[in-house]
C-alpha cells in the first residue's frame, strides 16, 4: 500500500477465509494515465487501479464498466456498474478507484467490505 508508480501489477481481492483471487492489474497514478484510464478501449483483461481517485465519469468509453471505490487501506466502500457516458459521484472516503470490465468484479469477489492488496510487478530498467 502507498505510492504506486504507472505500471503493471496484480491485484489480490481477499474473500472469505483464505480464499483470494488474483487479477493482472494496470496501475494509473500519473494525471495523464488517469485521466485516460479506459477511454477508447473495447475491454480489459483484469482491472486498472486509478490512484489517488475517488470519483469517475464514463464519457467516451464503448463499454460498461463495473467500478469499486477503495479507502486507504485498500477495503472496498462500494461497488457500481457503470454504462458509457455516465458521471460518478465522487466518494468521500474513497482514495483509489478500481475499474473492470462490467460483471468481472463479482465474478472475483469484489463487493462493499472486501480487502485487496496490489502486488507491484518490477519494471524492466
Known amino acids: 500500500m502507498g505510492r504506486w ?11 472469505p477465509g483464505d480464499s ?11 494525471y495523464r494515465a488517469r485521466t485516460k484510464g ?21 464519457f467516451g468509453m464503448r463499454i ?15 461497488v457500481r456498474t457503470m454504462r458509457p457516458g455516465r458521471l460518478g459521484l465522487p466518494r468521500l472516503r474513497s482514495r483509489h478507484v478500481l475499474e473492470a470490465e462490467a460483471g468481472a468484479m463479482a465474478s472475483w469477489g469484489v463487493e462493499a467490505g472486501t480487502r485487496v492488496t496490489v502486488d507491484v510487478r518490477e519494471q524492466p530498467k
Open 38 to 58: 479506459l477511454l477508447g478501449r473495447d475491454g480489459l483483461e483484469g482491472a486498472i487501479l486509478l490512484s489517488p481517485a475517488n470519483g469517475i465519469h464514463t
Open 64 to 78: 460498461p464498466i463495473d467500478v469499486a471505490y477503495l479507502d486507504r487501506r485498500l477495503t472496498v466502500i462500494a
Open 20 to 30: 483470494k483471487a488474483t487479477v493482472p492489474l494496470e496501475i494509473a497514478t500519473s
Open 5 to 15: 508508480r504507472n505500471g503493471l501489477g496484480t491485484l489480490v481481492v481477499h474473500g
